[in-house]
């Protein structure tokens, strides 16, 4: 599997491909996050309370981060129109590849994107 991406070209299965990867990679840390959070909670040796709780308001932090991140993939592998993953939906160009690794659920390129956000500000 190739993971690196240069230049331009026919990207759009490689872009889903790479989605299904990070969900699978996104499931195993999950996975790890509930074992470790177990883990803390059956440890009765914690001596600090407050050491403890930041712990485990970490690990829920980072649960709740990671089951957004898994639902909007889904919502991007769900879609009817998913062999057209990585163009954007104004221009139909690629979206920037730099971009998708940030933000896998986007619909836009960059400048498309930035005129949206100007035209409608949240
Ligand atoms: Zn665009």
């Known amino acids: 599997m190739q993971l690196r991406q240069k230049g331009g070209g026919c990207m759009e299965a490689p872009y889903s491909e790479k989605l299904r990867h ?3 990679e996104i499931e195993l840390t999950l996975r790890h996050l ?4 177990r883990e803390v909670e059956e440890n009765t ?4 309370q407050a050491a403890y709780a ?3 308001s970490l690990l829920d932090r980072l649960t709740a ?3 957004d991140e898994i639902s909007r993939i889904e919502k991007v592998l769900g ?4 062999s057209r993953y990585g ?4 221009c139909h160009e690629p979206i920037e590849a730099d971009r998708l690794d940030l933000y896998p659920e986007a619909e836009l ?3 498309c994107q930035e005129f949206r956000d100007r035209a409608e500000p949240s």
């Open 79 to 82: 879609r009817p129109n998913e």
């Open 87 to 90: 163009l954007c939906l104004v």
């Open 45 to 48: 040796e914690w001596i600090d």
């Open 109 to 111: 390129c960059f400048d």
């Open 22 to 24: 990070r969900r699978r």
């Open 65 to 67: 981060w990671y089951r």
């Open 54 to 56: 930041s712990r485990i």
């Open 34 to 37: 509930e074992r470790e959070r």
